[in-house]
């Protein structure tokens, strides 16, 4: 499985940005993927993550939406109301056999794509 993230991009508060995900490989379809982002100096995060229904980390909920094309092989992040907290490298992944419980877990995800960056000014 292949991912490559795109749609990153300068944006000022309050801005939106959307976030594509392209996947290749048979098997991603049953996969659960979802985003992380890396801001510089802190740990990589959880964002959202979509199987058969979307998770949201706290700090999202309400402002970013996830979304998986009709093939299953393409991931999308709506971005609102952005915030400079929002600023950050973020990550598409893929995974499988992934549970409920484990889906905010990076280390669940078998596959990454490149990152893309995200910055927000205020």
């Known amino acids: 499985v292949q991912l490559q993230a795109s749609g990153g991009g300068l944006v000022q508060t309050g801005g939106s940005l959307r976030l594509s995900c392209a996947a290749s490989g048979r098997a991603v379809s049953r996969m659960v993927m979802g985003w992380f982002r890396q801001a510089p100096g802190k740990e990589r995060e959880f964002v959202a993550a979509?199987?058969?229904?979307?998770s949201y980390t706290d700090s999202v909920k309400g402002r970013f939406t996830i979304s998986r094309g009709n093939a299953k092989n393409t991931l999308s992040l709506q971005m609102n109301n952005l915030r400079p907290e929002d600023t950050a490298v973020y990550y598409c992944?893929?995974?499988?056999?992934?549970?409920?419980?484990?889906?905010?877990?990076?280390?669940?995800?078998?596959?990454w794509g490149q990152g893309t960056q995200v910055t927000v000014s205020s």
């Open positions: 992944a893929a995974g499988s056999g992934i549970i409920l419980s484990a889906m905010s877990t990076g280390a669940a995800y078998n596959f």
């Open positions: 979509i199987k058969s229904y979307p």
